[in-house]
């Protein structure tokens, strides 16, 4: 009875062993599985601009600062006439023999009304002075490349429009359009403000997804899992357009319109 006592017992504890080690086998371990890194996809800069290049700052009224701001009725006119003189020499394609004609046309239609505004003008700036470095500041505002292409397009369709004007109107006329060719450089510094906002966002502004649980079988040769690295953000720089003719404008005031011979 004994022995029989002794064997029951004996396979008793084989049989916990047993199971012991099945279980050891079957019970699945838990791994936990690092989540991939965030992808940040960096936008191009506006076409004419690159990384850092220095624009205006906004207004307290949301707009940028021009030398075509606050200006007086006469200055209105003398910009204006400026801007579409920039044009007339810059602006180069296939109809900028009809730019420099329609040009043209507006200083013998608008004689009279230009060299009114002209010599209120110097008048204006005849107790403060600065008037040649003013109008170098206006040549050289509207001879920026980045803007080229917009402001080009945007001249052309107001030179087209200034063949019905007669003179009483070109003040008012003036006053309408200067806005559309000031627009060709404050549009693009939104453009530029919009991408330099979102070019560089930080970890806070992308977390990081949850980790990834798994279940897997516990091996003793398993390799841990490699870490991947950060892809790094690379930005193109993209150079500055050129003027067609290779170089800005810097003119300072055009000659003072002559009166017409009474002859």
């Known amino acids: 009875m004994r022995s029989i006592r002794l064997s029951a017992s004996a396979l008793l504890l084989a049989g916990v062993a047993l199971i012991d080690g ?32 220095p624009i205006p700052q906004r207004l307290a009224d949301g707009s940028y600062d021009t030398p075509n701001r606050t200006l007086t009725p006469a200055a209105v006119v003398w910009h204006f006439r400026a801007g579409l003189n920039v044009a007339a020499l810059a602006c180069r394609g ?3 023999a009809v730019v420099a004609a329609r040009y043209n ?16 003008l110097a008048k204006e700036y005849r107790s403060r002075g600065g008037y040649d470095h003013a109008m170098t500041v206006l040549y050289n505002f509207f001879s920026q490349g980045f803007a080229h292409p917009a402001f080009c397009s945007a001249a052309s369709q107001i030179l087209a429009e200034s063949e019905t004007v007669t003179p009483a109107g070109f003040p008012a006329f003036a006053a309408a359009r200067l806005p559309m ?13 919009r991408w ?4 560089a966002p930080t970890a806070v502004a992308t977390p990081a997804p949850p980790p990834i649980v ?10 841990p899992a490699l870490a991947r690295s950060t892809p790094r953000i690379q ?29």
């Open 22 to 53: 099945c279980a050891s086998h079957r019970l699945p371990s838990v791994a936990t599985v690092a989540p991939p890194p965030v992808a940040i996809v960096a936008t191009a800069p506006p076409a004419g601009s690159y990384p850092g290049m």
């Open 94 to 96: 296939p109809g900028d």
């Open 105 to 120: 046309a507006i200083l013998a239609r608008q004689r009279s009304v230009l060299r009114d505004a002209e010599a209120s």
């Open 181 to 193: 060719l000031d627009a060709a450089f404050t549009d693009f510094y939104a453009r530029y403000d």
């Open 196 to 199: 330099r906002a979102t070019a």
């Open 214 to 223: 798994a279940l897997r079988t516990a091996s003793p040769r398993a390799k």
């Open 235 to 263: 930005l193109e720089q993209v150079a500055l357009l050129p003027d067609p003719t290779g170089r800005e404008v810097h003119a300072g005031p055009p000659r003072p319109f002559a009166a017409p011979s009474s002859r």
